[in-house]
């Protein structure tokens, strides 16, 4: 048997943290009975710089059952990605193994027994792959097959349908901690490490209560990080732009030439501006690319923590 943990980043959660709290409680009773886990195995909600009641509930939690509920309270918002890091390192040497897994419990608790099954087969990394996703909204799903696809165009090596519901080995946690990187993705990060995996189906649920935190444009900056954190073929797909437009430039040149010595140039208001207009966008989207390069470089020598922990719960 092993010591799990089950680790869960929260941010304004107060309407579902103690439901939550109460049913991985029981999946790991439940686990325990089965033999695959022991009774001292534990749930750690992470406190993301909260500004409602969940960090009261949290602690309330530990008060009435010390063993089983652990707290980790943040100094401030760092981000769910740093979140959910904070709390596997802060509980690195306390399981043998541990499952991310989001507050509003939208994962399947059925696969962490598989999850279980494939680490006791030398599995290190056990990934949740959303096989059923019905009770996103149409454009969540639509929008992260996309950037599923767009982040395998470019290079990332991620695992498809795969968001955070993970289980990771104690091995697979301390080589975790290696990677120290400020613009932190780690659904890119974990395959990159090379270590024995597997997959389990991931049923969505739906959300019983609160609503999700992670907006259109919170998805927009993950996205962005995902890409730009591990593959810089934007920066060659700018270049490969330019230089079809000084193709096209060229080629409109010879028009233009074509169109004197035969005496059919008419002078075009309309389309000089909105060539303007064109080149001027691809210019500002290009500058905009490299700008954000250089700004993960500029956030990365500054080597500030990635976060701060005003208190722990044990």
């Known amino acids: 048997m092993i010591r799990l943990a089950i680790v869960s980043p929260c941010y304004n959660e107060q309407e579902v943290v103690v439901q939550s709290a109460r049913r991985l409680s029981r999946l790991i009773d439940s686990l325990a ?3 695959l886990v ?11 710089g909260s500004t409602d009641r969940t960090w009261p509930l949290i602690a309330g939690l530990h008060t009435d059952n010390p063993a089983r509920f652990k707290g980790l309270d943040l100094a ?20 043998d193994a541990v499952v991310t897994i989001d507050a509003d419990l939208q994962d399947d608790l059925r696969a962490i027994p ?36 767009l982040q395998r165009r470019m290079g990332v090596d991620c695992i498809s349908d795969h968001a955070d519901f993970r289980l990771l080995s104690r091995r697979a946690l301390q080589m975790l901690s290696a990677y120290t990187e400020r613009n932190l ?32 444009a919170r998805m927009l900056a993950l996205a962005l990080d995902g890409i730009t954190s591990f593959t810089i073929k934007p920066i060659y797909g700018i270049i490969y732009v330019g230089c079809i437009f000084v193709m096209v430039s060229i080629a409109i040149g010879f028009y233009v030439f ?3 010595a035969c005496g059919t140039a008419v002078p075009g208001w309309a389309s000089l501006i909105l060539s303007l207009w064109l080149i001027g966008g691809i210019v500002l989207i290009s500058i905009g ?7 993960k470089i500029y956030t990365e020598v500054k080597r500030r923590p990635l976060w701060n922990v005003k208190d722990f719960l044990d």
């Open 185 to 216: 993705y780690l659904r890119g990060i974990i395959p990159t490490m090379g270590l024995p995996s597997a997959t389990v189906s991931d049923v969505i649920a739906p959300r019983n209560k609160g609503r999700s935190k992670y907006t259109p």
């Open 33 to 35: 009975a089965d033999g």
């Open 76 to 95: 401030h918002n760092v981000g769910h990605q740093n979140a959910l890091m904070a709390g596997m390192m802060q509980v690195r040497d306390m399981a």
């Open 258 to 260: 074509h169109a004197i």
């Open 289 to 295: 690319m490299v700008g954000i390069y250089i700004g």
């Open 38 to 48: 022991t009774a001292d195995s534990f749930v750690c909600f992470v406190n993301d």
């Open 114 to 149: 598989q999850m279980i099954g494939h680490l006791g087969r030398g599995c290190d990394v056990v990934y949740g792959i959303k096989v059923q996703r019905d009770a996103d909204p149409l454009l969540k799903r639509l929008t992260a097959r996309a950037f599923y696809k």
